[in-house]
């Protein structure tokens, strides 16, 4: 095995751990702190691997996170300007560098979850979350990674964790 792939997994492995423990969080800016953790790692497994679509993926989600960040610090919503620009970089990236297929599936998940993640409401969030690990998962079989897909099943359940945690028996109470 080659120092660079296992190097990648290594930070598959962080990346998963960090977002886990995210999505078990209750407020929306604890999330975005170890989304922002979790795009740094996978981006640093990507540009071992040089999976182009996995960086395009996490870098935009990054850069919007920060965005949703900034904007919980003022109190304020994300302009949807700002948000339909990310959307079109996201598909124009994705037609510049497609290379096949099953390369349409970042793009999907990047442009659902720029809705999902930027709701100020974390049922959204966490829903658009679980949404995003079946297309990573997708993606992940399509290139037998099968310890992406260990990462995202464990993510999945770390986020309905938090679902019934802190959105569904708040719902209960009411």
């Known amino acids: 095995m080659e120092l660079t792939y296992i190097l990648s997994q290594i930070c598959v492995a962080i990346a998963y751990i960090v977002l886990g423990i995210g999505m078990r969080k209750e407020k929306r ?15 640093t497994s990507y540009a071992l691997l040089g999976g182009i ?5 996490c870098g935009l989600s990054f850069l919007r996170n920060f965005i949703y960040m900034y ?3 003022k ?6 300007i700002v948000l339909i620009i990310f959307a079109i970089l996201s598909i124009i990236l994705t037609i510049v560098f497609y290379k096949n ?3 349409i599936f ?3 998940l990047t442009v659902i979850t720029i809705y999902t993640v930027g709701s100020r409401n974390t ?5 658009g979350n679980l949404f995003a690990s079946v297309c990573w998962i997708i993606y992940a079989i399509a290139f037998k990674s099968w310890f992406v897909i260990v990462c995202e099943s464990y ?20």
């Open 71 to 73: 904007d919980e610090k």
């Open 75 to 80: 109190n304020k919503s994300t302009s949807n």
């Open 123 to 127: 049922k959204i969030t966490r829903c």
């Open 155 to 174: 993510l999945a359940i770390c986020t309905i964790i938090g679902l019934i945690k802190y959105n569904l028996k708040k719902e209960q109470k009411v």
């Open 53 to 57: 679509s996995g960086i395009i993926s």
């Open 101 to 103: 297929p099953i390369d």
């Open 29 to 43: 800016m604890q999330i975005l702190i170890h989304s922002n953790i979790y795009n740094v790692f996978l981006i």
């Open 106 to 108: 970042p793009c999907v």
